[in-house]
Nanobody, 116 residues
Framework: QAQIVESGGGLVQPGGSLRLSCAAS????????MRWYRQAPGKERELVAT????????SYTDSVKGRFTVSRVNDKNTVLLQMNSLKPEDTAVYYC?????????WGQGTQVTVSS
């Protein structure tokens, strides 16, 4: 049974940094691309970053380019999202995600709040 668990969220001041972690289990982690999504109150879930199965390719939504970095450690079945220069508009629940076949797998999410 595939499982995804996020951690690392919290409250941070504008301009600060956080690193989110996503721990995966129950599947061959190195075979699948992984994604980070976020959902702010009253808004639709938004794709933030994608990393290919072996980490050679990454992509980001425009609003986080140059501030966020996605990486993965396949030996540890872990995906990371380093978030720098955080802004209040980055406040959201952040979710880790993958797709295997026609099925989507999501973690429970971790809250990130950027506020002074």
């Amino acid at each position: 049974q595939a499982q995804i668990v996020e951690s690392g969220g919290g409250l941070v001041q504008p301009g600060g940094s956080l690193r989110l972690s996503c721990a995966a289990s129950g599947f061959t982690f190195s075979s699948y691309a992984m994604r980070w999504y976020r959902q702010a109150p009253g808004k639709e879930r938004e794709l933030v970053a994608t990393i290919s199965n072996i980490g050679g390719s990454t992509s980001y939504t425009d609003s986080v380019k140059g501030r966020f970095t996605v990486s993965r450690v396949n030996d540890k079945n872990t995906v990371l999202l380093q978030m720098n220069s955080l802004k209040p508009e980055d406040t959201a629940v952040y979710y880790c995600h993958t797709t295997m076949g026609f099925k989507d797998y999501w973690g429970q999410g971790t809250q990130v709040t950027v506020s002074s």
